[in-house]
Every structure is written in C-alpha cells, then in structure tokens.
C-alpha cells in the first residue's frame, strides 16, 4: 500500500493494469470497467455510445429529466421545445396543454379512427362512418346514410 499526501506529478502514459489508462500527450482516458461516478458530471463536448443498441438507463425512484440551455432538445429528426413536438425549421406541430393536443398542418391516418369509444368512428378501409355506433351512419362503399332519430331540414 501506498500513501501519498501530496501531487503526484506523472510525464509519461498512466497505466494500471491495462485497466485505466490515461495518455500523456493528449489526456485520452480508457477504464477497461465499469465507471462510477456519484457526483455532477460535465462534460464539454458529445457523449458517444459505441455498442449496437446502446441504453441509457435511469434507475432511480423519480423520473428523468432531459433539459437543455438552448430551449430545445433533438432526438434523431424530432424536437422537443417546452411543450412543442415537432422538427428542425418547423418545431410546433404539435403542441401540448392540459387535456388538449393541438396539431398544425394536416392529420394522416392510415388505419381506423375511433374517438371516445365508438363515440364517432371512420373506418379507414371504406370511409364508412358511425356516429354512437348507430345514431348516424353512411356506408363508405354506397353512400347509403341511416339516422336513428329524427331529421329535421330547414
């Protein structure tokens, strides 16, 4: 064992064990383990994650937080700016409130659109549409229009 109380002043590589080593000339450090850090880290330029299908994961009891200085946060071709959902040069398509979702430019949906069970549905297949399952319905293929209740034309 060895004790050092004061700076220890290396010239050359550092290595332990080929475990951990730290490059002279330009500071490049490897740990061959696992690096614990329980501390704030801060580091001045990117983070790369070399392995196919790289994680990062969160373990503690409360949520994760992503924040940026910039106002906004890129993943892939998608940005994240407060409550905005959208892309590099058009950022607000879609925007978010309490209950509410609002979205700028068109809606394309490929597949059925049922709102509030069955509430009013459009059935992607035909185009037929159903208002409360069959209060009110036309048939995609024929156009043929039912009303349950009363139609009143003025």
Avoid: C, W
């Avoid at 010239?11 to 730290?22: A, G, Q």
């Avoid at 614990?36 to 373990?59: M, P, Q, R, Y």
């Avoid at 503690?60 to 940005?79: A, C, F, P, Q, W």
């Avoid at 185009?127 to 409360?132: D, R």
């Amino acid at each position: 064992n060895t004790a050092i109380s004061g700076t220890l002043a290396v010239t050359d590589d550092f290595n332990v064990n080929s475990k951990f080593t730290v490059t002279a000339a330009s500071g490049d450090t490897s740990v061959a383990g696992t690096l614990g850090v329980t501390g704030i880290s801060t580091f001045a330029a990117e983070v790369k994650l070399a392995n196919d299908n790289a994680l990062v994961t969160h373990t503690g009891s409360t949520g994760m937080k992503v924040t940026s200085t910039s106002g906004y946060v890129d993943v892939e071709s998608v940005r994240f700016t407060g409550l905005s959902i959208g892309k590099d040069g058009d950022p607000n398509t879609i925007l978010l409130a309490n209950q509410q979702v609002t979205i700028t430019g068109a809606l394309d949906v490929t597949s059925d659109v049922d709102i509030g069970s069955a509430k009013f549905v459009v059935t992607a297949s035909d185009g037929s549409l159903a208002i409360a399952t069959n209060k009110f319905t036309v048939a995609g293929g024929s156009g043929d229009t039912l009303i349950a209740g009363t139609l009143g034309v003025t």
